[in-house]
Nanobody, 117 residues
């Protein structure tokens, strides 16, 4: 069984920065892609960024070079560095783990990010 835990959310003023962390533990899952999603109140969950086990990254258009995703395979950890935060970035941010070794993706419980204007 695999567990995923996010941390690092909080309240920040517009223009500020936050660093989110996601760490997984449990059984081995091979080469996994780790991703960040977010869900704002009343909206659908949306893709933010991902990083493959080989280090390839991809971002949603709204990130606009403000966010950086990275990972440390040896520590089973991924980070999301968020800069120039906007009120519209307010959401619960979720970590998603996917791998061919898993029958379905594994999600964390989410961490709240609130950006005040």
């Amino acid at each position: 069984q695999v567990q995923v835990v996010e941390s690092g959310g909080g309240l920040v003023q517009a223009g500020g920065s936050l660093r989110l962390s996601c760490q997984y533990s449990g059984t081995s899952i091979g080469a996994a892609t780790m991703a960040w999603y977010r869900q704002a109140p009343g909206k659908q969950r949306e893709f933010v960024a991902h990083v493959t086990s080989g280090g390839t990254t991809d971002y949603a258009d709204f990130v606009q070079d403000r966010f950086t995703v990275s990972r440390h395979n040896g520590k089973n950890t991924m980070w999301l560095e968020m800069n120039s935060l906007k009120p519209e970035d307010t959401a619960v941010y979720y970590c998603r783990l996917s791998s061919t070794w898993l029958t379905r993706p594994v999600w964390g419980q989410g961490t709240q990010v609130t950006v005040s204007s």
